[in-house]
């Protein structure tokens, strides 16, 4: 590794850290614009001590959302609404 | 009472001692509410008490049997539900504070109404977790049911009264409902017996919802031949459920000495190795009684729990949304934030769980026709203290609320029949789960009975009780 190298790195790696965390920070405003939003087209009354939570626990549905949709399923599956074990 | 430690009698000791009449049914139900008010307010399990109904009971059921009338299976025994079941006379409160403005329930839930025809007494409604999303056992209301074994550490939920007065020497018997774990958690945690039967087997009427695709009723008891014996009165299509079966009892009481031999038994690999020594221990003493030696993996089982998440939720906001508009500040926080979340969320990836469901059931019946039972662990960890948010899984730390449920929620997802039995360890005991086919209850009850019977699994009594 030479000398130079290491602030070329180092930069680089700053550049990454901060486009992560505008990214993180875009993506959490859309998450707290969908709440707001999403309370106000519901009739729900939201108060603002109430947000965070509310849009901890959808950061968390959301989550396991994308992990059941990237299971692929054939366009015929049914879904299983009246279940019958 | 001579020969009846009513303490920890189970009902099978109960009805003999009845019948052979050295305890009238009057005797065992003042004892139960002695040993209630002098208990309770250190487990706070119970959230009501029904003495009138009770005694009235308890005396026909004297003067039944002076008669020389014919007894029924569970005479005289003790039991209470879980404060979601109907009782008539009391307000259904779901574990809620704005059930309590409701009107008093004009009848009893089906479940409730065949325990007493089986000779059963009701002696009260159960502490829960609010509107059953809970595994804490924790009630911003009520306050917490506490563990038996150990008051400052959680029942868990959300049928932690059940749990809580089983274990805790009140009753022998309690019901509760599970949605993803809610009679396994408590019945873990509390070290007692617990049956969640096949999804449609027994009636829900009369019984607060939560989220109707998954929700189950079963029983919680300190022996395998408890569950099976309450299980047994219970059984029976009834209309006034349209998810109840129409098919015709399978009494499994007298199923239960026909033993685990036989039975092709597996351990669940992959997402259901805990990291957790407890946890591990407990499932593999069970593995080793049994003389279990496979694994086998149930697929793709954490996007099963993923997708039970997302059915949950937003049921359970579709079920609250109207009282999330007009009282909620009434909820517990904890719980509003999450029907809230629910209600957010668009309808495309439930369809998907949905989709996806029929897809894992598909692929557990598979399994089934190469095994009777599978064995996992049924909670994470042993009980948290009341108040815990966190707790170490192996390297993770993960949140205490929603986790519990990691190992139960992707088995009740497609409603297949579970039997959590207890295994006694120092300090706090743990449950593994017996897992069978679709209406194959009588399977995982006569494994739970043999490592009953083997000295395995054992309601652990708590000291002093």
Redesign the interface.
Known sequence: MSRKSIPRKAKTARRIRSLKRSSRAKKSDALAGLVAASAQALAVPLEPAWHTGVKFNLQLLLAHAARVDAFVLPDETEPAPVFRA | MPGLDLGWSNAADIVAAFASGRASALSIVEATFARIRGRDPLLNSFTAVTDERALIRAQALDAARSGGEPLPPLAAVPFAVKNLFDVAGLPTLAGSKINRDAPPANRDATLVARLQAAGAVLVGALNMGEYAYDFTGENLHDGPARNPHDLARMAGGSSSGSGAAVGGGLVPLALGSDTNGSIRVPSSLCGVFGLKP???RLSRAGVFPFAT?LDHVGPLARSARDLALTYDAMQGYDPADPVCADRASEPVAALLQRGAEGLRIAVAGGYFKSRNAEAVYAVDRVAAALGVNRDIEIP?A??AR??A??IT?TEGASLH?DR??TR?RDFD??V???L??????PA??V?????????Y?AEMLKLFSEVDAILAPATPCTAPLIGQKTFKLGDAELPVR?NLGLYTQPISF???PVVAVPIPMSPLPIAVQIIAA??REDVALRIAHTLEVEGIAAAMRPKGV
Do not use: N
């Not at chain 2, 809230?340 to 969320?345: F, N, T």
């Open positions: 096949t999804y449609g695709s793709e954490e996007r993923s997708a998440y997302i939720a949304l999330l508009r909620a926080p904890a509003r934030d999450r809230i979340a629910g209600a957010m969320l495309s990836p369809v998907k769980a949905q989709k996806f469901r029929r897809w059931r929603a497609i409603g297949v679709p209406w």
